[in-house]
C-alpha cells in the first residue's frame, strides 16, 4: 500500500494553524490561544493522540455550540485550601492557566491543597497541568473522567470513562518525573490513531459489541475498552468517577453521554487537582535527595527508565527536526476552519 505524504510543521506552524483554526470557529483569542498551546505542547512531545488530531473536535464542539468559544472562567475558594474554578461552560485549558498561580499560592501557604474545575469540557492529556505544578517544585495529581467506554469488571459494556491519573514529582537540574495514564488499558485516542494506520492493537485492549475480546481497533471503537489490570485498573476508573463526579458536583461518564449532542467532541465534566508542597512536610531539606536515590537504585536496572523520558527524548527530536502530519489530516482541518489549502497560515 502507498504510503500517504505528510506535512512537515514547525512548532510555531503547529500553533499558528491551531490558533487562527479556533478563532475563525468561535473562540475568542484567550481562548484559542490557551488551546492551541495545548495542542502545541502535546505535538511538542511526539503525544500526537493529543495534538493536531484532537482539532477537529475542539472545532466541532464551537461549531454545534456546545462548547462557549468565549468562556470567561471563575475563580472561588471554597476552604483555606480548596479552589474551585468555574469553567463557563467552555474548555479546560484557559480555566486551568487562570487556577494554576492561586493553587501554587494555596500550596505553598497551606502546604497541600486542591483545585476543582467544573463546567469545562477536557480534551487534552494531563502530564500538561501536572507538569506546569511540578516545574514550580510541588508534587501534584491530576484526575478526569469521560464518556462511557470502558467496561467495568466482569462486564461487557461501556460503563467508565478512560479516567485518566497523572502524578507529577520535582526534581533537582533536571526535567521532573511525570506520570500519566488512562485507567483503560490504552487510551481511547491511541486505538483511534491504530484505527486510522490500519493496524491492530495488542491483546486485552477491548471487546467488540458482542464482548468478544479482539484486536481490531474499530470492533473495540464500536464495542467497550478494558481497564487495565482488569478489576485493579477498574477500582481506580471507578474512584476517579468519585473524585471528578459527586465530589465536584459534576457529571459522572454516563450523566456526560446522557446529556452530550453527539458532535465528536469532548463532553462536560470536571477534574481534580491536588498540589503539595514537599518542604512543608516531614523532610524538609532531604526530601529532594531522598528522591534521587530512589530513581538511581531503579535505573540500575538494565531496560528500566523513569515514567515521561520518551515524552522529553520526543521533545528533543521535534526541537531538531519539528513535526509531521498526515496530509489527509492537514487538509480536514484546514477544511473544517474554513482555510484556503494553499493560505499561508503564519504571522496573519
Known amino acids: 500500500m502507498e504510503k500517504e505524504p505528510s506535512i512537515h510543521l514547525s512548532l510555531e506552524q503547529v500553533h499558528q494553524l491551531s490558533y487562527r483554526s479556533l478563532l475563525a470557529c468561535g473562540c475568542d483569542q484567550a481562548n484559542a490561544r490557551a488551546v492551541a498551546d495545548t495542542i502545541t505542547a502535546a505535538e511538542r512531545d511526539c503525544c500526537h493522540s493529543h495534538g493536531l488530531f484532537r482539532l477537529s473536535g475542539y472545532i466541532a464542539s464551537l461549531k454545534s ?4 468559544g468565549h468562556a470567561d472562567p471563575q475563580l472561588e475558594q471554597l476552604a483555606p485550601a480548596v479552589l474551585r474554578i468555574h469553567g463557563d461552560n467552555g474548555y479546560a485549558p484557559l480555566a486551568l492557566q487562570r487556577g494554576r ?13 486542591a ?9 487534552a492529556a494531563l ?15 491530576a484526575f478526569t473522567a469521560y464518556m462511557p467506554c470502558v467496561a467495568p469488571a466482569g462486564g461487557s459494556k461501556p460503563f467508565y470513562g478512560t479516567n485518566p491519573m497523572a502524578f507529577g514529582w520535582p526534581r533537582k537540574g533536571v526535567p521532573p518525573m511525570v506520570f500519566d495514564q488512562a485507567s483503560a488499558a490504552m487510551a481511547r485516542g491511541e486505538i483511534m490513531l491504530a484505527q486510522q494506520a490500519g493496524l491492530p492493537v495488542s491483546e486485552g ?17 464500536e464495542g467497550a475498552q478494558l481497564a487495565f489490570g482488569g478489576h485493579k485498573g477498574a477500582a481506580l476508573a471507578l474512584m476517579i468517577e ?5 465530589l465536584l458536583g459534576e457529571r459522572c461518564s454516563f450523566e456526560a453521554a446522557e446529556a452530550d449532542n453527539g458532535d465528536g467532541g469532548p463532553s462536560r465534566g470536571g477534574e481534580l487537582l491536588l498540589a503539595i508542597d514537599p518542604a512543608r512536610f516531614g523532610d524538609p531539606d532531604h526530601w529532594a535527595d531522598h528522591a534521587e536515590r ?19 527524548q520526543g521533545r528533543e527530536q521535534t526541537r531538531l527536526h519539528g ?22 497560515f503564519l504571522h496573519q
Open 65 to 68: 455550540g456546545k462548547v462557549n
Open 101 to 113: 498561580d492561586p493553587l501554587i499560592g494555596c500550596a505553598r501557604k497551606q502546604g497541600i491543597a
Open 115 to 123: 483545585l476543582s474545575i467544573i463546567h469545562t469540557h477536557h480534551f
Open 127 to 141: 502530564w500538561m497541568e501536572v507538569s506546569a505544578l511540578v516545574e514550580q517544585g510541588l508534587c501534584a495529581f
Open 205 to 221: 485492549v477491548g471487546l467488540d459489541l458482542n464482548g468478544h475480546p479482539t484486536t481490531d481497533p474499530g470492533a473495540i471503537l
Open 242 to 246: 468519585l473524585l471528578v463526579g459527586p
Open 294 to 312: 530512589v530513581f538511581t537504585r531503579l535505573l540500575e536496572q538494565p531496560g528500566t527508565r523513569l515514567p515521561a523520558d520518551r515524552r522529553y
Open 323 to 344: 513535526i509531521k502530519i498526515s496530509s489527509t489530516l492537514f487538509a480536514k482541518i484546514h477544511a473544517l476552519a474554513g482555510i484556503t489549502p494553499g493560505e499561508s
